[in-house]
């Protein structure tokens, strides 16, 4: 495309185009948008070099003209968008990037990698954190996804509320609080499972967490109060029917003075299963590959769309295709969450250019890149520490029904204005 | 753990880790295991720089004595497994890492973050070949995952079979073919239909593929044929009821005399979708959001244990974990496949030192890793050629039931055979 658009002059066409989801996954309530941060961190390294010029020259996959302005790349046009953290509904327009033809088009992959992915993390992120009810979630699914996917899926969990993750490049390169566990080839590594405790002990003081169903819960969690005293830490189940489990295990416990020890479970735990343990002495979650793979929907479905560019004579045409199931709505817009006594109520899109703007009403788009600068705001451990706080906001806003697990409509309705303030759903 | 088995010494015992999945995602009939080239990739540049470093110090995750075993780190063992593309069944011993605890539990993310995703792509994908029954198919997904996730999930369709990739990054560092398409942005910007086939035409030439939904299908049909001529190489189908739509675009390219032009679909195809489009005058399909994500299983749910330890009188101790409904075999495996008359018919894993081999029976263990030299026959593109050559055979060679799209038993059932010569069931 970018090749023939060179071609025939219309690769500096001014143009926008929106980054949008058509619906939410599985009829959830609502949709936290993730990535932004990480899509401006990549938007800055975003170079063609020498080795990619040179596979694409060998392959004669563009022209020499389209060498030459890859070569030359660099994003000069603006971005603008919802925050990292915020909550999103159907058509919520989450990045508006305005600029060529060309330069528009060649983020498209890039921004929707990005977006859908980490978008999708943070999305069951926050039902899981909802589900918990306030008792703290680690995520530790860094083995079920895609080795740097496993990064990206930390630091969007941690956006939505988890509290620490075990992938410690999340921690180094994004601030992503760590914790580790051990595994069951610690004890079956040790002549006894007491020998594993023991040097989990000495290694880690009696507040480390031991795990307890290598063999035989029961018996393990004798030998591990015998070894730490009752000021042992924790421990961890990862297998079993959990309520029923947890339940024994914390009579167990507190039958053997050890009142203070944290239970921590990590069985395949998704918000449904952490929901079922809402009554359960549980202390704290290990969430895996659920929490990586987005609990159902790993790809968040949003797509990105030419809605507006600019006619000969200045003026904008707003365009949208008609596929069957699959239009779009043409046109830049400007969105904000309408809030009736500080609860948010609906989507509001403007599609005109008429400020909106009654009640209480949060404008969602902030600036990500002007005229080719990147705002630093959004960046590195910053952004990502704004944006769990931004979050824990946006989603205390939600009416109550967004809390609900299963399936049904969109918390918010999403509506377009148009210029004369009339509204249609969207 | 590894902080504190090298605080008591366990950190160099002998271990034997093995990778398997104890059963195949969703009642599937098979899988195909892929990412080994890749890990292998990975495990050359695997080493802890500076900046890691720095970071563990810093944060005080472990003791000086383990920043400095991370530093000199470099992988000693020995690694032999399933070749990469092969077909595989619950149980089967896809990995094993052989080394010090230290070093096999080091790598166990890593491989496990690898071998997950590219085998849920690889075995989504091989289905997908296999309903298309002969017509190509090329990924174009890479929107639908991680950024990294993408030029990976290329790789592994098209290990499976898969003709193409979208993703230009796969094509250089892994040698997979690259095709493009237009998007509807393509039409939409430029100011008729018209205009947009005829410069995509001017760029490409009469034989590319035009995109025909973004307005109205047949009047775009007659539009490309009237501009292209009946030499018009391909249209593509992005909407609509696919086995209707197609049938009728085929009906309309014939009597417009375009007998040689060919049809395209790519309407969120899985392969169900593509089996149902069986008997329909499809000519190629191109597939994103399913295989990318495993079509319904995006971790294949392989899990990385620890299975032999040398004891101190130098014998091996096969170990193994009770948890309920976790259970693992113990002891270091030797898998082979057993054939009749050229048909695979089982699938023999030897847990004693007598080897195996009546009949036909095919071993299924190569090296990879031999003390610490990594065998460069599976690295790089020739890696990537002779894994997809291996996933052809490997999968003619099983009994049509694994062409079943059906949730049901795998097409072959694991064994675990003894010194003696018994059977067991897996």
């Given at each position: ?40 961190e990549a938007?800055?390294?975003?170079r ?11 392959q ?8 030459q ?17 915020e ?26 990698s990005i ?5 999708a ?7 899981m954190?909802?589900?918990?009810d306030?008792?703290p ?10 080795e ?29 609080p ?5 595994a ?37 969690i ?7 005293g ?11 029917d ?29 918000e ?16 895996g590959t659920?929490?990586?793979?987005g ?9 990105y ?13 707003p ?46 788009y ?8 990147i ?32 399936a ?19």
């Amino acid at each position: 495309m970018l090749d023939a658009a060179l071609r025939d002059g219309t690769a500096n066409r001014e143009c926008v185009f929106e980054l949008f989801a058509r619906k939410l996954p599985n009829d959830r309530r609502y949709g936290v948008v993730a990535g932004q941060g990480r899509a401006m961190e990549a938007l800055k390294h975003f170079r063609f070099g020498d080795d990619e010029l040179e596979f694409l020259a060998q392959q004669r996959i563009v022209s020499d003209e389209t060498l030459q302005w890859l070569a030359d790349f660099s994003f000069s046009g603006s971005i603008r968008g919802y925050r990292e953290g915020e909550a999103y509904f159907p058509q919520s327009p989450l990045l508006e990037v305005h600029g060529t033809f060309a330069e528009g088009v060649i983020l498209e992959t890039l921004l929707l990698s990005i977006l859908n992915y980490d978008s999708a993390v943070a999305s069951a992120a926050a039902r899981m954190v909802s589900a918990a009810d306030g008792r703290p979630l680690a995520e530790m699914g860094s083995r079920r996804t895609g080795e740097r996917s496993a990064v990206a899926a930390a630091r969007a969990a941690y956006i939505a509320g988890f509290s620490a993750t075990s992938n410690l490049e999340a921690g180094r390169s994004w601030g992503v609080p760590t914790m580790g566990t051990a595994a069951h080839s610690w004890t079956l590594l040790h002549d006894s499972e007491a020998d594993a405790f023991r040097s989990q002990i000495a290694a880690l003081g009696a507040d480390t967490t031991l795990l307890v169903d290598t063999y035989n819960v029961t018996e393990a969690i004798r030998t591990a109060v015998e070894i730490a005293g009752p000021s042992l830490g924790g421990i961890r189940l990862d297998s079993g029917d959990l309520p029923v489990v947890v339940r024994e295990v914390r009579e167990l416990l507190d039958d053997l003075g050890a009142t203070e020890t944290a239970i921590t479970v990590t069985n395949d735990l998704d918000e449904y299963a952490i929901a079922a343990l809402a009554a359960s002495p549980v202390n704290s979650f290990g969430v895996g590959t659920s929490v990586v793979t987005g609990s159902g929907a790993v790809a968040s479905g949003m797509v990105y769309k030419l809605v507006s560019r600019r006619a000969e004579d200045g003026s904008w045409v707003p365009v949208a295709k008609a596929s069957p199931g699959k239009a779009s709505v043409g046109g830049a817009k400007v969105p904000v969450r309408r809030r009736e006594d500080g609860i948010a109520s609906a989507e509001l899109i403007a599609l005109g250019t008429e400020p909106i703007g009654d009640h209480d009403d949060r404008p969602l788009y902030v600036d990500y890149v002007t005229d080719g600068e990147i705002n630093p705001a959004w960046l590195g451990t910053e952004g990502v520490a704004s944006a769990r706080e931004h979050c824990a906001m946006a989603l205390a806003e939600l009416p109550r029904t967004a809390r609900r697990l299963g399936a049904g409509d969109p918390a918010l309705t999403t509506y377009f204005v148009h210029d004369d303030g009339s509204l249609n759903r969207a």
